[in-house]
């Protein structure tokens, strides 16, 4: 059983950064892959970027591909999303999600977060 807990999203402009911050519960943390989602209002669930259960393997959404860099601490169990350069149309909730297997499908992943808000001005 996995239980996570996002932070660190904001009201931001353009260009901005921020960095969210997935905390993690359970001892079985690092055998999990990790990844962020996002929803915006309207709009399905997406993938954003996933991380292996070492962090040496890495792999994102074309859309934030150069502008955002996922990371993990297995130590803390915690993983992380800096944003960087960022855009009005990444404004979305951003979730947190854990799946034993590497996949980009929302389906695939068995435990969630219950979001973050990250929202870009022009």
């Known amino acids: 059983q996995v239980q996570l807990v996002e932070s660190g999203g904001g009201l931001v402009q353009a260009g901005d950064s921020l960095r969210l911050s997935c905390a993690a519960s359970g001892r079985t943390f690092r055998s999990y892959v990790m990844a962020w989602f996002r929803q915006a209002p309207g709009k399905e669930r997406e993938f954003v970027a996933a991380?292996?259960?070492?962090?040496?393997?890495?792999f994102y959404a074309e859309s934030v591909k150069g502008r955002f860099t996922i990371s993990r601490d297995n130590a803390q169990n915690t993983v992380f999303l800096q944003m960087n350069s960022l855009k009005p149309e990444d404004t979305a909730v951003y979730y947190c999600a854990a799946s034993p297997h590497s996949s980009r499908r929302p389906n695939d992943y068995n435990y969630w977060g219950q979001g973050t808000q990250v929202t870009v001005s022009s």
């Open positions: 991380s292996s259960w070492s962090g040496g393997s890495t």
